[in-house]
């Protein structure tokens, strides 16, 4: 296991322009930010905007903490349906899967839901309202995402402290952690992404630091100098955070040093977040910030 500390942040974003300064073996990138960008329709009001993800043909999916949780717009912004009133207590995480199907967890009802890019229920994982330990159960579950092969990883989250694996069928194969700072423990696993190399990269919010395993839960690196709410990956491979208690996110390099920041101030102007939560990189590189404070998706879009 490997054990590093993140390196000084030195990139700002300043009233829409890009500062930029090299650490480590990364390129920083160049992003403009872009606010109101989704044309939110009247009889939907905002709660705190946890998670966004974007599909195949670049429609942008918002899950915030309100009624019509599940909302869909078109890449130029444009309205196109929501759903999920029904169903969702609370909703934490979103993804989307290569076959553009969407993924919710719920922290209020423990489940996490599957449903097809029109909002069709497809399949739920875990027992309603009931928190628990088992294999088929979640407390308060905080994100998922996919193997290279469509397998599950669940952040278990809030009231557990583990991973939880299954196949792309939902059946149960393994998991791993528990409560405490300890190497593999969590305290609050609040995000996951899987890298190029198959990894399974935990962001680890409450004892600030990322963990990263292999796919069987072997512990393999641990980042630390952060407060990782959200992660995402671009096509790259190049990993970004949402630390939400800095009000910042930030640009890694592949070995977990800080290459540059956007943001410091929390605040509703361009470039500035308010508790950035989850994130997303579309395939053309630009990055969404889902921001619970600000109530809002923000999208920085890559300069080439």
């Known amino acids: ?28 990138i160049r992003f403009e930010p872009q606010i109101d960008l989704l044309q939110v329709p009247g009889h939907i009001v905002l709660g705190g905007v ?6 195949s043909r670049g429609q942008v999916f918002m899950l915030h903490r309100a009624e019509h949780p599940v909302v869909c717009f078109e890449a130029d912004g444009k309205y ?65 995402n996919f193997g290279p092969e469509g397998e599950l990883y669940v952040t278990d989250g809030y009231g557990n402290s ?15 952690g528990d409560a405490g700072s300890g190497p593999g423990q969590f305290n609050s696993p609040h995000a996951v992404v899987i890298d190029p190399q198959g990894r399974v990269v935990i962001a680890d919010r409450d004892n600030n630091r990322i963990q990263i ?5 072997k512990l393999l690196e641990t980042w630390t100098g952060f407060t990782p709410f959200g992660v995402a990956l671009d096509a790259d491979g190049v990993m970004f955070v949402a630390d939400g208690k800095a009000q910042k996110i ?55």
């Open 80 to 144: 196109v349906r929501s759903w999920g009133s029904d169903l969702i207590g609370s909703g934490h995480g979103l993804r989307i899967d290569r076959d553009d199907n969407v993924w919710v967890t719920d922290t209020d009802r423990h489940l996490v839901f599957k449903f097809d890019p029109h909002g069709d229920l497809l399949m739920t994982l875990g027992e309603p309202n009931q928190p628990g330990l088992g294999q088929q159960q979640f407390n308060k579950p905080t994100d998922v």
């Open 1 to 28: 296991m490997q054990m590093r500390s993140a390196g000084v942040v030195t990139g700002i974003l300043l009233s829409g322009s890009v500062f930029c300064a090299s650490v480590g073996a990364a390129d920083p």
């Open 50 to 55: 946890s998670a966004v993800a974007v599909n």
């Open 250 to 304: 930030l640009q890694l390099d592949e070995a977990g040093h800080v290459v540059q920041s956007w943001g410091g101030e929390r605040g509703t102007a361009a470039g500035e977040f308010s508790t950035p939560h989850m994130l997303e990189a579309d395939r053309q590189g630009n990055l969404y910030a889902a921001e619970v404070g600000g109530k809002r998706v923000q999208k920085l879009v890559r300069q080439q």
């Open 213 to 217: 395993f292999d796919p069987s839960g």
């Open 162 to 176: 583990r991973v939880v694996k299954f196949t792309s069928k939902g059946e149960f194969v393994t998991t791993w």
